[in-house]
C-alpha cells in the first residue's frame, strides 16, 4: 500500500503534528511523526501489530492506495460523479448577443466588438432545444444563465425568453431559475423585479476597485468611466429587490489592494453589510468574460486571499467565497451544461462561444458532436499531480483563446499555495482553535 497521489501532506500545523489532506475525499486527518513515517515505509514494508489498524482506517478513508490502478480508479469515479454538475439540474447558458457597450482594457473583444444579435427565429428554435434537452434528461429543474456580451443591451429577449420558458416549466410540474451576468450599466430595480417575476434568481454585477481604478478599466466605448452608475444601480438593485442574490465580483491587477479596501469600506457606508449573496475578487484576465475558473499568477493567490479575509470581517458575504473549490469541475464538463450563441451555435465552454470551430451543433439542426476541447482528455497530460480532480486540465477553453490550441492550463502554483492555506485554517479551526484565531 502507499498513500494517494491525491493526498496533500502539511507538516508541522502544530508542533509534532502533521495534516494529511484527500482531495478527493475533501476530507483531513492529523498525524504524529511516527505514524507520518509509516507511510513512506508501508510502500515497502506492510504494517505489523497495531500500525495494522491505523493502516486499515486510512485505506478505508481513501488516504492509501493498494497501487496506481486504485488510485486511477478513485480518479475516473470523481470526474464521473463531478460531471452530474449540478443535482437535478439542466444548465443553460444564453447569450443574446455578444455585443457590449462597454470596452473594458482587459478584454480581449475590445478592439473587436460584435454586433451580432439573436433573432426571433433562432430564439424559437433555442427554446424548442432546450426544453427537448430537458425532457431527455429528466432533471427538475431549468437555471438559465443569460450573459453575453452585455445581456442588458437586450432587455426585451430577456423578460420575453424568461416568460417562456417559465410557463414551460410550470407546464412540466418543473422550475425554472435564471442568473444574470451584467456589467451593471442600465440595471435597474424595476426590470430585475420584472425577471423575479418568473422564477427565482441571482445577478452578478462587476466592480474593478473603487472609482478611480475602476474607471481606468471599465469604460464606454467613447472613454467615459462607469463606476458611479455602476455602484448606485448595485446598491438599488440590492435594497429593492429582496428576492433576488446579488453577487458581486472584480478583476484586480497587481499593487491594487488598497484600491479594493476603499470599495468595501464604500459598500459598507452604503448599507450593503449582511445582504449581498457573495463578494468575491480575482485577478484581471485577457480571456473573456464568461468565465471565473482561470487561475491567478504568482504572488496573486495572496492578495485574494487578504480581499476575502477583509470582506468577511466587514460581513459584506452571505456566502464566504471559499479558496478551493472542491464541489466539482467546471460546467465545461458537466453533461447537463450547455452554451447557445446568439446564431444559435451550440457549444460547452462560454469562453469560445462564437468560435466556429468549436462548435458542436446548432438548435435548428438540434444534434451534437462531441466536444473538441476534452475529447481527448487533455488533463491526462497532468500526471501525478494532485489537483486533477479539482482542475481536470483548467481552462481549456481559455487556453485555446490565447494560445489557439486544446492544451491545459496549469494552475499548480496558485493550488499549492490555496489549498495550504485553506485545509490549514480548517484543521486548526476544527481542532485546535484557538490556535485558528490567533493565525486569524
Not at 483563446?401 to 492544451?407: M, Q
Not at 495550504?420 to 484543521?427: L, S, T, W
Request: hydrophobic share 35%; charged share 25%; glycine share 10%.
Amino acid at each position: 500500500m502507499r498513500p494517494s497521489r491525491f493526498v496533500l501532506t502539511y507538516n508541522d500545523v502544530c508542533p509534532g503534528e502533521h495534516v494529511v489532506y484527500d482531495v478527493i475525499g475533501n476530507k483531513y486527518v492529523g498525524l504524529d511523526d511516527p505514524t507520518l513515517a509509516s507511510l513512506t515505509r508501508w510502500e515497502n514494508s506492510p504494517p505489523v501489530g497495531v500500525e495494522e489498524s491505523t493502516a486499515r482506517t486510512l485505506t478505508e478513508m481513501g488516504f492509501l492506495v493498494r497501487d496506481e490502478a486504485e488510485d486511477e480508479g478513485r480518479l475516473e469515479a470523481h470526474l464521473e460523479a463531478a460531471a452530474q454538475g449540478m443535482p437535478g439540474t439542466l444548465y443553460v447558458t444564453l447569450l443574446p448577443t455578444l455585443a457590449c457597450n462597454l470596452a473594458c482594457t482587459y478584454c480581449f473583444q475590445r478592439e473587436h466588438p460584435t454586433k451580432t444579435l439573436m433573432s426571433d427565429e433562432t430564439e424559437g428554435q433555442a427554446v424548442g432545444w432546450v426544453l427537448s434537452r430537458y425532457d431527455e434528461a429528466r432533471t427538475s429543474r431549468l437555471l438559465v444563465h443569460y450573459a453575453g456580451g452585455e445581456p442588458l443591451t437586450r432587455k426585451d429577449f430577456l423578460l420575453r425568453n424568461a416568460a417562456t420558458l417559465s410557463g414551460a416549466m410550470r407546464a412540466r410540474g418543473g422550475e425554472f431559475e435564471w442568473e444574470l451576468t451584467t456589467n451593471g450599466v442600465g440595471l435597474h430595480p424595476a426590470f430585475v423585479n420584472a425577471l423575479c417575476s418568473f422564477g427565482r434568481g441571482s445577478v452578478k454585477v462587476t466592480l474593478d476597485g473603487d472609482q478611480e481604478t475602476h474607471d481606468a478599466a471599465r469604460v464606454r466605448r467613447d472613454g467615459g468611466g462607469t463606476f458611479q452608475e455602476v455602484f448606485d444601480n448595485l446598491v438599488a438593485v440590492t435594497h429593492e429587490c429582496r428576492d433576488v442574490k446579488v453577487k458581486l465580483g472584480g478583476n484586480f491587477l497587481p499593487g491594487q489592494d488598497a484600491s479594493y479596501v476603499r470599495l468595501l469600506d464604500r459598500l459598507v457606508e452604503a448599507g450593503l453589510k449582511g445582504l449581498l449573496e457573495m463578494v468575491r475578487f480575482k485577478p484581471a484576465l485577457e480571456v473573456g468574460n464568461h468565465c471565473d475558473g482561470c487561475g491567478p499568477d504568482t504572488g496573486e493567490i495572496d492578495t485574494m486571499v487578504a480581499l476575502e479575509r477583509m470582506v468577511a470581517e466587514r460581513g459584506l458575504g452571505k456566502v464566504r467565497p471559499q479558496l478551493i473549490d472542491v464541489g466539482g469541475i467546471c460546467e465545461l464538463h458537466w453533461r447537463n451544461s450547455w452554451v447557445i450563441d446568439p446564431t444559435g451555435q451550440i457549444y460547452k465552454c462560454a469562453a469560445v462561444a462564437g468560435r466556429q470551430e468549436l462548435a458542436l451543433g446548432d438548435v435548428k439542426a438540434g444534434q451534437v458532436r462531441a466536444d473538441p476541447l476534452t475529447l481527448d482528455k487533455p488533463w491526462k497530460k497532468c500526471g501525478n499531480c494532485p489537483f486533477v480532480p479539482v482542475c481536470a486540465g483548467g481552462c481549456i477553453g481559455g487556453s485555446y483563446l490565447g494560445a489557439g490550441d486544446r492544451k491545459t492550463e496549469c494552475r499548480l502554483e496558485e493550488f499549492e499555495k490555496s489549498f495550504r492555506e485553506a485545509v490549514i485554517a480548517r484543521y486548526l479551526a476544527e481542532f485546535h482553535p484557538d490556535e485558528a484565531r490567533v493565525a486569524a
